[in-house]
């Protein structure tokens, strides 16, 4: 049997031992805490797959996986799918595929579109569950890897109304630049203070694709976005590094471009509003030093 220990100090056998070599080198305090973490993954294409796959090779405790859609053969040009898998929901076919490569994790497929009432529901009481002890089995982060305006404003709606830190993505129409921005509810701009589309005129303006029209995809920009994104997630997670706030990539000048927002105090999005007033704040903080002790 394999063993799957992540204490273990045989380097050749064990799944673990080169994460866990991130703490002997002193990267990382305490890497075996990963698995106390649950994370969300809004939408399961080019670049949420690669984010699932990256996170369930190292370990994370728990992925919640969302997406409305099936595989089919037009996803080959990106990693993670196979042709085998055409017809089965990207959730179903995602289970599979990293149940097979790491046991350890545990694993909740959730196909539906979380822009209707119902999708929305199912969403938002998966984002907060709590065990029948009241301890509360929520998830960690939510990670938007969706690709339309919509669906980014309802993951936006259910972070801002849960208090939840989200990190969002995007890869642009021509497949050559893309992005991710983390998002602290009150703390950071939310989507609806400053979509992209606005702020970042002349980095990325083509980030968010359009309705109809049909995109060009490559494995390579998508495959890079989803390590940025989770390299983010696990320098969150296991506090080391530095977060970035946002961080473009524009493949043509290989130029990476940085930026910090505040949000917006006549954003348009009132839960928004809500968290960027003083008690509000004051109670996450509070939050956040008792999960922290
Ligand atoms: P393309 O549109 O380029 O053919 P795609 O639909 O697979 O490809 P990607 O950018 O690879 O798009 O991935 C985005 C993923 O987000 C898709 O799998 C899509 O089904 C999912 N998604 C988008 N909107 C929603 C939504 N409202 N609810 C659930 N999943 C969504
Ligand atoms: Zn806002």
């Known amino acids: 049997a394999i063993d799957r220990d992540m204490s273990s100090e045989v380097v050749d056998s064990n799944p673990y031992s080169r994460l866990m070599a991130l703490q002997r080198m002193g990267i990382v305090d305490n890497y075996e805490r990963i698995r106390d973490y649950s994370i969300a993954i809004v939408g399961i294409g080019g670049v949420g797959s690669v984010a699932a796959e990256m996170l369930t090779r190292c370990g994370i405790g728990r992925l919640l996986l969302y997406d409305y859609d099936t595989v089919e053969l037009a996803n080959m040009n990106r990693l993670f799918f196979r042709p085998d898998q055409v017809g089965m929901t990207k959730t179903d076919a995602a289970v599979q595929t990293l149940s097979g490569i790491n046991p350890d994790v545990t694993l909740e497929s959730y196909s539906l579109n979380i822009t209707t009432v119902k ?9 907060k569950a709590r065990s029948s002890d009241g301890r509360n089995t929520g998830v960690d982060l939510v990670l938007s890897c969706v690709d339309n305006y919509e669906a980014r404003m ?25 992005h991710i921005q983390l998002l602290v509810p009150g703390e950071t701009a939310c989507f609806a203070c400053a979509p992209p589309l606005v702020v970042a005129s002349g980095v990325d303006e083509r980030t968010l694709k359009r309705e109809g029209v049909c995109a060009a995809s490559l494995p390579t920009t998508m495959g890079v976005v989803a390590g940025l994104l989770v390299q983010n997630a696990l320098k969150y997670l296991l506090k080391f590094g530095q977060v970035s706030p946002y961080l473009g990539y524009n493949s043509l000048k ?18 928004c509003v809500q968290r960027q007033s003083k008690p509000a704040r004051d109670a996450a903080a509070k939050a956040k030093m008792e999960a922290e002790a």
């Open 119 to 127: 999708g929305f529901e199912t969403f938002l009481g998966s984002l």
């Open 154 to 178: 309802v993951v936006n709606q259910a972070c801002n109304e849960l208090g939840q830190t989200w990190m969002e993505s995007g890869v642009s129409e021509d497949a050559v630049s893309g």
């Open 254 to 271: 290989d130029y990476f471009p940085t930026m910090e927002m505040k949000p917006n105090p006549q954003c348009s999005n009132p839960a």
